[in-house]
């Protein structure tokens, strides 16, 4: 199968306090490799009472923990980090093999996934408190911060790896306990991560990873008195479900939601510079990110230029297997997937659309899908209000600053956006005007261990990496000292 150096880290067991096991029904779920449809293994179907016992077990896990020094944590978190870096290449090739992008987008996202581990070892040493000055002369005023508790986090199939270790590190560092359920799709990754953690010396209960029902290990997770944090990273829908399951025990959340990004081609911006942007920020991971581009806005000066140059930029894109050299482009994560996309082109060339590459399913079969632009999109598109989660650039056509920040706005999303224009004053007033956790300009690619990743409106709640991401796992307390 996989020609792994480290055979032992893909593993068809879930990952429970400590010990690897199989689902109390021993019923599994099957994984498949997007690429070829070939199955590559199964992993436990487990539910809630799989569930309840890791929970359980984190929370008995979690005063050894949060007892240990900063200091301490940091050390096994290096670790893992460590053991990511040294194992890279393996783990690459797993997230290929149950995700499907580029071998080199997989690789690029093992750096990024171990760079959270290697971040928050060290911010975790600088949760610092507050003396604030006293109200009273016999009083002193302390804050201190302190790991929340057990957490549950809920990943997607897109970031197989980055988006447990963005959360892990961050909890684990506060001083919390994690039990993650990854996607169906993609547990494997998750699964190696755990055999890296175990290997790091992370104690049993710190961190475990179950697989089978979201519903039923959702459920368990929302509805759990000992859970006192729960992050998610996936669908505004299922965001919005879990919200609410969290609501009767008052769980603090973070949400990582959907996006409908922006990426605004000013008419004083440097076209190819922004070309590039946008190959980067439309195809990477066959356009299957939450910061993706979703739609292009170019004005009237710069549309027919920007489009030519964008329609050759993305006739060099290669589409394959990510295993194989050269291959930019991987297929899409299922046929729900590409029936998506399929609607939304179908919709606009309905509406007036003219396609200007690709547009079609690729002839290499299976969830492979062309590269496509498309010119003339129209705001009543469903392109334009629904996240496609594709290979597909629509560009939008405006004329003036105030129109195009109306229209960028114009969503109940508010992730990423991007823009590309060299005039300092229109940066600024534009970057102001957005409505977004997160703008580029002039980049199309904006994320990192030290910077705050998250959105506004029903983009989501919190912020993970940099020092915003460790205090969504602490807790503020206030000492009032009295009696002096
Ligand atoms: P996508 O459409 O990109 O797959 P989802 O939001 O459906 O996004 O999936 C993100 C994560 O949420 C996955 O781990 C998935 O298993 C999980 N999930 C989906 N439905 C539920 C649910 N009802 N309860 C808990 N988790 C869920």
Same mark, same amino acid.
């Given at each position: 199968?996989?020609?792994?150096?480290?055979?032992?880290?893909?593993?068809?067991?879930?990952?429970?306090?400590?010990?690897?096991?199989?689902?109390?029904?021993?019923e599994?779920?099957?994984?498949?490799?997007?690429?070829?449809?070939?199955?590559?293994?199964?992993?436990?179907?487990?539910?809630?009472?799989?569930?309840?016992?890791a929970?359980?077990?984190?929370?008995?896990?979690?005063?050894?923990?949060?007892?240990?020094t900063?200091?301490?944590?940091?050390?096994?978190?290096?670790?893992?980090?460590?053991?990511?870096?040294?194992?890279?290449?393996?783990?690459a090739?797993?997230?290929?093999?149950?995700?499907?992008?580029?071998?080199?987008?997989?690789?690029?996202?093992?750096?990024?996934?171990?760079?959270?581990?290697?971040?928050?070892a060290?911010?975790?040493?600088?949760?610092?408190?507050?003396?604030?000055?006293?109200?009273?002369?016999?009083?002193r005023?302390?804050?201190?911060?302190?790991?929340?508790?057990?957490?549950?986090?809920?990943?997607?199939?897109?970031?197989?790896?980055?988006?447990?270790?963005?959360? =892990?590190g961050? %909890?684990?560092? /506060? #001083?919390? !306990?994690?039990? $993650?359920?990854?996607?169906?799709?993609?547990?494997?990754? +998750?699964?190696?991560l =755990?055999?890296? %953690?175990?290997? /790091? #010396?992370v !104690?049993?209960? $710190?961190?475990?990873?179950?697989?089978?029902?979201?519903? +039923?290990?959702?459920?368990?997770?929302?509805?759990?008195?000992?859970?006192?944090?729960?992050?998610?990273?996936?669908?505004?829908?299922?965001?919005?479900?879990?919200?609410?399951?969290?609501?009767?025990?008052?769980?603090?959340?973070?949400?990582?939601?959907?996006?409908?990004a922006?990426?605004?081609?000013?008419?004083?911006?440097?076209?190819?510079a922004a070309?590039?942007?946008?190959?980067?920020?439309?195809?990477?991971?066959a356009?299957?990110?939450?910061?993706?581009t979703n739609?292009?806005?170019?004005?009237?000066?710069?549309?027919?230029?920007?489009?030519r140059?964008?329609?050759?930029?993305?006739?060099k894109?290669?589409v394959?297997?990510?295993?194989?050299?050269?291959?930019t482009?991987?297929?899409?994560?299922?046929?729900?997937a590409?029936?998506?996309?399929?609607?939304?082109?179908?919709d606009a060339?309905?509406?007036?659309?003219?396609i200007?590459?690709?547009?079609?399913?690729?002839?290499?079969?299976?969830?492979?899908?062309?590269p496509?632009?498309?010119?003339?999109?129209?705001?009543?598109?469903?392109?334009?209000?629904?996240?496609?989660?594709?290979?597909?650039?629509?560009?939008f056509?405006?004329?003036?600053?105030?129109?195009?920040?109306?229209?960028?706005?114009?969503?109940?999303?508010?992730?990423?956006?991007?823009?590309?224009?060299?005039?300092?004053?229109?940066?600024?007033?534009?970057?102001?005007a957005l409505?977004?956790?997160?703008?580029?300009?002039?980049?199309?690619?904006?994320?990192?261990?030290a910077?705050?990743?998250?959105?506004?409106?029903?983009?989501?709640?919190?912020?993970?990496?940099s020092?915003y991401?460790?205090?969504?796992?602490?807790?503020?307390?206030?000492?009032?000292?009295?009696g002096?």
């Amino acid at each position: 199968m996989l020609a792994l150096k480290k055979p032992d880290l893909l593993r068809q067991q879930a990952y429970l306090n400590g010990r690897w096991c199989d689902a109390d029904s021993a019923e599994t779920i099957v994984v498949t490799n997007p690429a070829t449809g070939e199955m590559l293994g199964a992993v436990p179907r487990m539910g809630a009472a799989e569930t309840r016992r890791a929970i359980e077990g984190a929370q008995a896990a979690w005063g050894a923990w949060r007892a240990m020094t900063a200091k301490e944590r940091a050390a096994i978190l290096r670790r893992w980090f460590d053991l990511m870096t040294a194992h890279a290449q393996d783990l690459a090739l797993i997230m290929t093999a149950e995700q499907g992008k580029p071998l080199s987008e997989s690789r690029g996202e093992i750096a990024y996934g171990a760079a959270f581990l290697e971040w928050f070892a060290e911010e975790g040493k600088r949760a610092y408190g507050d003396v604030i000055p006293t109200f009273a002369r016999d009083r002193r005023i302390v804050v201190t911060k302190e790991p929340i508790g057990v957490c549950a986090a809920i990943t997607p199939w897109n970031f197989p790896s980055s988006m447990i270790t963005r959360k =892990a590190g961050a %909890a684990l560092a /506060a #001083g919390c !306990p994690l039990v $993650v359920k990854p996607a169906e799709q993609t547990p494997f990754s +998750a699964l190696a991560l =755990a055999v890296l %953690a175990e290997e /790091a #010396g992370v !104690p049993a209960g $710190v961190f475990s990873v179950l697989t089978g029902d979201a519903p +039923a290990i959702g459920g368990e997770m929302t509805s759990n008195d000992l859970v006192r944090k729960v992050s998610f990273t996936g669908s505004t829908e299922v965001g919005r479900l879990l919200m609410r399951q969290c609501a009767p025990s008052i769980k603090k959340l973070s949400l990582e939601l959907g996006g409908n990004a922006p990426f605004i081609v000013f008419d004083d911006a440097d076209l190819d510079a922004a070309v590039e942007g946008a190959i980067a920020s439309k195809y990477r991971n066959a356009g299957q990110t939450c910061v993706c581009t979703n739609r292009f806005y170019v004005q009237d000066a710069v549309y027919d230029a920007f489009s030519r140059k964008l329609v050759e930029a993305v006739g060099k894109l290669r589409v394959g297997n990510g295993v194989e050299d050269g291959v930019t482009q991987g297929p899409l994560i299922d046929e729900a997937a590409v029936a998506k996309v399929r609607e939304h082109i179908a919709d606009a060339v309905a509406q007036g659309g003219r396609i200007l590459a690709g547009g079609q399913p690729h002839a290499l079969g299976h969830t492979f899908f062309e590269p496509t632009v498309l010119a003339d999109a129209l705001p009543t598109m469903k392109l334009a209000r629904e996240e496609t989660f594709g290979p597909l650039a629509p560009l939008f056509r405006f004329s003036d600053d105030a129109e195009v920040i109306r229209m960028a706005n114009d969503t109940e999303y508010g992730l990423a956006a991007y823009f590309y224009s060299r005039d300092i004053g229109r940066v600024w007033r534009v970057a102001e005007a957005l409505e977004y956790g997160m703008v580029g300009i002039n980049t199309g690619l904006i994320s990192n261990e030290a910077v705050p990743f998250g959105g506004v409106k029903q983009s989501g709640l919190g912020r993970e990496g940099s020092h915003y991401g460790l205090d969504d796992y602490l807790v503020v307390k206030y000492l009032c000292m009295s009696g002096l």
